[in-house]
């Protein structure tokens, strides 16, 4: 899988996220349209043969018709929550972190080895995505499409980099407190932590994903 490195990559997932709702837009449009014209149509039908009298139900003989595919409504659901990521900026994470110096996370079932393995560098980054230069909305839908393509492709170990905030104004870190609230909420994500310094320190985060459902 490629590296979402550089902006040209993230410029790539928010072009592609913003394809994404404007064929949905645009599919909408024209099911509106459709069901405007069809509506049309019957009542252009109806007053042309208003004043019809039907033939005597004599001699006839009922057809039963196959039944129409069901339309997949939970999938449009899932495709609508995926573009939306509704994940919120405003959950009390706190509650979920460990109470060490880190403030890690594990998800119930995670055993603490897995953090130790973590940060020791027993996991191998397998694949990272840089945050630098993007606004609190951009991130969280840069980070949800990488999640779910690092999923997709069976990558167990990410990191993303989210920054100190040096270039912030206060030098408050604006997104270190945001990603863990985000990654806390997604189901892909099945334990995080502070990276070590050799692999940003402060201004990165370690993620082990769940494995890919076959």
Known sequence: ?????????????RRALKEQRLDAERAEKLRIEAEKKRDAEAR???????????????????????KPPPIAHQREIDDENVLRESISDEMDVERFLETDDKLS?????????????????????????????????????AVGE???????????????????????????????????RWLVQKDEVLAFCQAPPRDGGAGALLVILKAKQQ
């Open 1 to 13: 899988m490629k590296k979402l490195t550089s902006m040209a990559d993230l410029e790539g997932v």
């Open 44 to 66: 252009l039908f109806e007053t042309h043969v208003k004043d019809v009298t039907p033939l005597p139900q004599i001699n006839r003989k009922l057809h039963n018709l196959p």
């Open 146 to 180: 990488f999640l779910r393509s690092a999923v997709k492709h069976d990558i167990r170990c990410v990191r993303i980099i989210h920054g100190k905030g040096l270039g912030s104004i206060g030098k408050e870190p604006v997104l270190k407190d945001k990603v863990k």
């Open 105 to 141: 996370y594990r998800r119930n079932g995670i055993g603490l080895e897995a953090l130790k393995r973590l940060r020791s560098g027993k996991w191998v980054i397998q694949a990272q995505i840089d945050l630098h230069g993007l606004r609190s909305d951009e991130a969280r839908e």
